[in-house]
């Protein structure tokens, strides 16, 4: 059976609701217009030669998110230091979608499939407006050979963003692989359906030039 939907993880699309936003950082004084201090309570200082002014201490970098920290860990190939990120923010902070959908990137790049869908299930359940966690579901639905519930979850996502490209196009594969699934299973019961063969070669030829074009 021909299973030709890859799992998205691009992090690009993840969703950004709820997002964890980075620390901002007090701005620095501008040391050329510091206040000289005063020798008096309550009044200006009066020598010749003031105080210089104090050169304003440099601006304090930005913490970075969690969702930050997640992707920097990915892109480095730790994907159980990515996870670990993720489990000590949730442990606090366990409504945030953010997060939790990268946790299940993780968890899908650590073939813990299983694992994953369960996380992108309750992500649908508490924010059913997100299309991106249907989506990656579909995904895992159909590698698992359920086609009619990939379709449904691409489906819901396309019903929470309609313009979503990213389903719209694995909605396309999906069906090339359903297409194939039914010509395989027709060829099965009656082999010497010349047709049938043609069509079932056609189709997985077609498929795999959809893959190398991912």
Do not use: C, W
Request: charged share 20%; proline share 7%; no cysteine.
């Amino acid at each position: 059976m021909i299973r030709i939907l890859a799992v998205i993880v691009m992090l690009a699309r993840m969703p950004v609701f709820a997002a964890e936003p980075a620390t901002s950082a007090a701005p620095a004084a501008d040391a050329a217009t510091a206040p000289v201090p005063s020798t008096q309570t309550g009044t200006a200082a009066t020598s010749s030669n003031p105080a210089p002014a104090t050169a304003a201490p440099d601006a304090q970098t930005p913490e970075p998110s969690t969702a930050v920290k997640i992707s920097i860990a990915l892109r480095k190939g730790d994907k159980t230091g990515a996870l670990k990120i993720a489990d000590e923010f949730l442990a606090t902070h366990p409504r945030d979608a953010q997060v939790r959908f990268l946790r299940a990137v993780v968890l899908g790049d650590l073939n813990r499939q299983d694992d994953a869908a369960t996380a992108l299930e309750s992500l649908t359940e508490d924010f059913p407006e997100l299309a991106e966690p249907y989506n990656n579901l579909a995904v895992i639905r159909a590698n698992q050979g359920q086609f009619a519930l990939a379709e449904r979850y691409l489906q819901l996502a396309l019903a929470a963003e309609p313009n979503y490209i990213t389903a719209q196009e694995n909605l396309g594969d999906l069906y090339i692989a359903m297409a194939a699934a039914s010509y395989e299973k027709a060829a099965r019961l009656a082999p010497e359906n010349g047709a049938l063969k043609t069509k079932l070669s056609l189709t997985r030829e077609l498929g795999n030039k959809l893959r190398a074009a991912r």
